[in-house]
């Protein structure tokens, strides 16, 4: 069982920055594969990054692209997303989820390949 647990969002101004932590705890780091999935009101929940437990593999959906950053600290269990240049499409909810993987170069991009979520945590950019 592997335990997912998200923070750091908030309010935030167009064109600013926060970043989003994620604790997965239950399992070796290195074999949990990390997804990071948003969910704005009235649309369907949708992929945004994603990182394998090696961190070798990153994936970035088009919007946010050169935009925000994923990383992992497998000492410590963590990731983040480094949100930058925010725009008032980012407003939305944001999900962190795990897989226990033994491939360790795979970041898993479909919802259904994700068995451990976390709660999620409110970003809105307004001014």
């Known amino acids: ?8 969002g908030g309010l935030v101004q167009p064109g600013g920055s926060l970043t989003l932590s994620c604790t997965a705890s239950g ?6 594969a990390i ?3 948003r969910q704005a009101p009235g649309k369907e929940r949708e992929l945004v990054s994603a ?3 090696s961190g070798r593999t990153t994936y970035y959906a088009d919007s946010v692209k050169d935009r925000f950053t994923i990383a992992r600290d497998n000492a410590k269990g963590t990731s983040s997303l480094q949100m930058d240049s925010l725009e ?3 407003t939305a909810v944001y999900y962190c989820a795990a897989q226990v993987t033994n491939i360790v170069a795979h970041a898993p991009r479909y919802q259904h390949e994700y068995m451990y979520w976390g709660q999620g945590t409110q970003v809105t950019v307004s001014s």
């Open 35 to 37: 997804g990071w999935f």
């Open 51 to 53: 990182i394998s437990g």
């Open 88 to 90: 008032s499409e980012d």
């Open 1 to 8: 069982q592997v335990q997912v647990e998200e923070s750091g």
């Open 27 to 32: 399992y070796t780091a290195e074999y949990i």
